[in-house]
Structures are given as C-alpha cells and as structure tokens.
C-alpha cells in the first residue's frame, strides 16, 4: 500500500481538482491491477449530492480514466460515527498507471478530510 | 475466449458511474446490504442510465430477528452499450458494491448457474454460498458475495483473505459501523459445481448474514468452421461474422447477402443448392449446423 495522500483539503465553492499525484513505479506487480483507493469522513460533507472522481492515467497524466460516485447527505449507516465514503478504481491486470488524480463536485465549499491510497 | 477484466470500482455511495465502457461488455454488480427496512425479501436489481440489469444471483438475506437483514445480490447486464453506465443499486440502510466491466463473455444469455445461502442470528465463523449445478463450459467467470452484520459489531471481523481459489475484490472487515462484505472472483477453465465458503473469526452472537455465487460463459472460440481459414471467423456472441464470409477469396454467389439475413439465425438447415455453390467456389468446408 502506498500513500498518495492524507489530510485535508478546502474544496473552495464545492470544487476541487488535485494535481496528477506520481503512482510509484516499484508498487504495481505484473498480472495484478493496482487500485486507486479513496476513503474520506462523510462528518464533513455537505448537505446534498456531492460527486467524487477517481482518475487514473496510464501516460503520465495526458489522457485520464474516470470512476465515479455519488455520496448523498443525510445518509443512512449503519452503527456509530466515524462513517466513511470509499471508493475504488481498478483497470485490467496489465494496464499500468503511472498517475491518479480527485475530481470532487459537491454543492458548497467544506473540508475533504481523508485518505488516497494506491493499493 | 479468455475472459478479462477491463475495470472496476468498489464504493458504497448512492451510484456507481463507469465511463468508457466497450461495446458488448459484461457488466457486473456485488452489493452487500444491511436492511432495517423491508423484510426478509431478495435484493432487487440496480437501475442503469443505460440498458436493464438482470438477477444472476439475489436469495433471502440473513435475519438478525428484529426487522433487520444482511445479505447480498449478485446482478449483471450482458452486451452492454457503449459508453457510460451509471449504475444505482436497490437502496438501503447501508451498502458495500462492486462494479465490473468484464470482455470475453457471451453476449447474449452469459448467465449459466448459480446459489445463495444465509444464516440467521448465530454465532458461527463461516458461510457457504451454496453449491451451483455443473457448469455448462470449461471456461466460465464465477463470481461470489457476502455481507454480514451484527447488532453491536466489531472492527474486524477477521476475515480469511482470499477465499480459497479466488481473488478478492472489496473487502470491508468493520461490521460495526459498516457492513461486513466480501467480494471475490475467479476464471475456471473445466466443468463442475461450483461454490464457496466465506471464513472469519469474530465469534460475536446474534450476528447475520448472506452470500451468493454466479457463473458467466465465456465467447465462443473462433473456430474455423468454413473458408480456407483466413478470413472465417465468429462474431463475439458466437454469431457467423458475416462480413469475413463475404470477404473470402474466390467466393461471391449472386444473393449471398439476401440469404444470409434471411437465413443467417437458422443455419442449421443451409440449403443443399447453396452448400453446393460454396464448395464449388471457395474449396470450403461446410459444416452445417455450427453457428
């Protein structure tokens, strides 16, 4: 596992787009597809559709892949607070990317707290 | 034909969105569901921005005895559209899901067998998907889904990763504020029953749960069935390709392309006349029937 990223990020009026984040070279094993995992705390989100996106670029960041997700608040969970919104993103066994980046669309600016992960 | 995964995303929000999506696909959906509401019924299928999802395997959740249900459904759409799905699984009060794009399936009717199983309120540390019927091919994608759910809940759970033969797709150990799910895969390559159990360590009481099992045939190979082989050929679904027929050397009968589609889908009765016509003029073989 390998961390691309962990904090928090201002998405300023509801949208953010990161930098190509670098996936390391040396994690990726050939036959096994390497997954973008995204993991953030749903306490921050705003109320309403918030859209995430997970992108990830097999030629250094020219042209991008795209999975997405929507996170509707409220929202039902099951059990006690923390609760968190994951996604991952996987291509084939022998697509290889070298880049991934977070779109994120939500309906008013707050503080996306958590985690990217290249797995 | 070899079946592959072309991609995939785990999540457990509101809809699923894969973009770029091949022609003909097989697309796929795990979901792992905790219910307080709606009783002891089957999952329903996801809805789709593009073409309808069918039930490949979706039993009767487990019931923790007071209204609430863990379980899962295994769904697919076969020769999906072009483009972007965006895919919406039955709502619940909490879900894990996984959608897959796979190539190299059939086109038309992939869905060959399948199984669920679940368990109420117990105090167990594994689950059986339940045993499929013999599959109909060697090469078949089989895919398998758990969910499990406890009133209070642990951490982890403490899960056996992978499940023997297969490999793993999502897996969420936290049954205490999450749903405890497990989704895997694997590619067989001979005929048999099918089935799998699902092991973990959490001895907890009053705990809940489902799992499934569904298996997809793969294409038909593209066996050289008439020509002199360098142009015959199947389409993916197993249908004659017609153009590479048309464009076989040495072979162009007046009406070929009337006959064939009017008569492509019944291949099995080629008309004597015409079987004589191919063989006097691209030293083909014939094989009627196989199509």
């Known amino acids: 596992v390998t961390l691309l990223f962990s904090g928090t990020v201002n998405v300023v009026n509801g949208n953010l787009q990161t930098a190509a984040l670098a996936v390391p070279g040396d994690i990726k094993q050939p036959g096994i597809p390497l997954q973008l995992r995204l993991r953030f705390n749903e306490a921050s989100f705003p109320t309403g559709t918030t859209t995430i996106n997970a992108q990830l670029s097999m030629d250094g960041g020219s042209t991008w892949k795209t999975a997405s997700m929507t996170c509707v608040k409220p929202s039902t969970w099951k059990g006690p607070a923390p609760h968190f919104w994951s996604l991952g993103f996987t291509l084939g066994q022998n697509d290889n990317p070298t880049h991934a980046r977070l779109i ?4 008013a600016q707050f503080n996306l707290v958590g985690t990217i992960e290249a797995v | 034909v070899t079946i592959a995964l072309a991609q995939s995303i785990t999540g ?3 809809t699923l969105t894969l973009n770029g999506v091949v022609s003909g696909a097989l697309l796929t959906l795990q ?13 329903a ?3 789709d921005t593009q073409g309808a999802w069918s039930v490949s395997s979706a039993g009767v959740p487990g019931a923790q005895g007071n209204g609430n249900y863990s379980g899962c459904g295994i769904f697919h759409q076969a020769n999906a559209a072009a483009g972007t799905h965006t895919v ?3 709502t619940s009060a909490d879900n894990n899901a996984t959608l897959c794009e796979w190539v190299g399936c059939k086109a038309a009717s992939p869905l060959d067998a399948s199984a669920s199983a679940s368990t109420n309120n117990f105090a167990g540390t594994s689950q059986v998907t339940g045993t499929t019927a013999v599959t109909a ?9 758990f969910g499990l759910a406890c009133p209070v809940g642990v951490t982890d759970v403490g899960f056996t990763d992978p499940v023997s033969g ?3 797709q999502q897996k969420v150990s936290n049954d205490a504020s999450d749903i405890a799910t497990f989704h895997a ?9 099918q089935s799998a159990t699902f092991n973990w360590t959490d001895t907890e009481a009053t705990q809940f749960c489902g799992a499934a099992i569904a298996t997809f045939k793969a294409a038909d190979s593209s066996a050289p069935i008439y020509g002199n082989g360098q142009d015959a050929t199947h389409l993916h679904d197993g249908r004659r390709n017609v153009s590479a027929m048309y464009s076989m050397q040495g072979w162009s009968p007046v009406g070929a392309e009337k006959w064939f589609a009017d008569e492509l889908e019944q291949a099995a009765g080629t008309p004597p006349t015409f079987q004589a016509a191919w063989a006097r003029n691209s030293n083909s073989i014939i094989q009627p029937g196989l199509h």
């Open chain 2, 88 to 90: 919406t699984p039955q």
């Open chain 2, 185 to 193: 895969y694997k590619i067989i390559s001979a005929t048999g029953t």
């Open chain 2, 166 to 168: 297969f490999t793993t």
């Open chain 2, 137 to 145: 091919q060697n090469d078949e994608l089989v895919l398998i889904a």
């Open chain 2, 12 to 14: 457990n929000g509101a």
């Open chain 2, 45 to 47: 299928p996801p809805t």
């Open chain 2, 31 to 43: 979901d792992s569901f905790y219910r307080t509401s709606g009783g002891a019924v089957a999952e």
């Open chain 1, 104 to 107: 994120v669309s939500a309906p």
